[in-house]
């Protein structure tokens, strides 16, 4: 009982850990990471709230945004960060982001089948369907990871590249809150990188 408090109330302070990154996105004029950063509000939120809901049509609700935003934003990600980074988004980025986009929209979407499932307390929605791991996802860190690696030997800020590897290793973990904490380091190192570049 007190593990699943204790996760639970982990999953508040990435709630509001999340609220006040997607202010500071939109206090900085970054409206794209700002709607990244709703989503990810919402999804922490959810899962915070799970065993308060109960398991019904009402958690079952709230829970399919978190699939359909995850889908749709995720790989939004790299055009993002391409620029802030001042890269030019040529069309091969636009494409691959296109691509990824359409697959998470199969198979977290198009295919999505959830069914409850608790964990150290909390209870959530997962998508029974899945099956292997989620490629847009993987892929779109992976691009961050470089693009961050190429932009610190550059002389850029160091916090692209080691928040998107923290997140990387969050989610490789398959420990639930090590992989939305990987969400909060991806999302504020992304915020550091656009300070850091905007004050040079």
Same mark, same amino acid.
């Given at each position: 009982?007190?593990?699943?408090?204790?996760?639970?109330?982990?999953?508040?302070?990435?709630?509001?850990?999340?609220?006040?990154?997607?202010?500071?996105?939109?206090?900085?004029?970054?409206?794209?990471?700002?709607?990244?950063?709703?989503?990810?509000?919402?999804?922490?939120?959810?899962?915070?709230?799970?065993?308060?809901?109960?398991?019904?049509?009402?958690?079952?609700?709230?829970?399919?945004?978190?699939?359909?935003?995850?889908?749709?934003?995720?790989?939004?990600?790299?055009?993002?960060?391409? %620029?802030?980074?001042?890269?030019?988004? %040529?069309?091969?980025?636009?494409?691959?982001?296109?691509?990824?986009?359409?697959?998470?929209?199969?198979?977290?979407?198009?295919?999505?089948?959830?069914?409850?499932?608790?964990?150290?307390?909390?209870?959530?929605?997962?998508?029974?369907?899945?099956?292997?791991?989620?490629?847009?996802?993987?892929?779109?860190?992976?691009?961050?990871?470089?693009?961050?690696?190429?932009?610190?030997?550059?002389?850029?800020?160091?916090?692209?590249?080691?928040?998107?590897?923290?997140?990387?290793?969050?989610?490789?973990?398959?420990?639930?809150?090590?992989?939305?904490?990987?969400?909060?380091?991806?999302?504020?190192?992304?915020?550091?990188?656009?300070?850091?570049?905007?004050?040079?």
């Amino acid at each position: 009982m007190r593990e699943g408090n204790v996760i639970t109330s982990l999953y508040w302070v990435l709630t509001a850990a999340m609220l006040a990154a997607c202010v500071v996105a939109v206090r900085a004029r970054l409206f794209a990471l700002a709607v990244v950063a709703a989503a990810l509000v919402w999804d922490n939120l959810v899962i915070a709230a799970g065993s308060a809901f109960g398991a019904g049509d009402l958690l079952l609700g709230l829970s399919v945004p978190r699939y359909v935003a995850h889908a749709l934003l995720t790989p939004l990600l790299i055009p993002i960060v391409f %620029k802030i980074l001042g890269w030019p988004r %040529k069309v091969w980025v636009w494409t691959l982001t296109g691509a990824l986009i359409a697959i998470g929209a199969y198979f977290e979407i198009i295919r999505l089948r959830l069914e409850p499932e608790t964990y150290a307390g909390t209870l959530r929605y997962v998508n029974a369907a899945a099956a292997g791991p989620p490629v847009p996802a993987i892929v779109t860190i992976l691009v961050l990871i470089v693009a961050g690696a190429i932009a610190w030997r550059r002389g850029g800020p160091p916090w692209l590249c080691l928040a998107a590897a923290a997140m990387f290793a969050g989610a490789a973990t398959l420990v639930p809150w090590l992989g939305n904490l990987g969400e909060l380091a991806l999302l504020s190192g992304i915020l550091l990188t656009a300070r850091r570049i905007r004050s040079s």
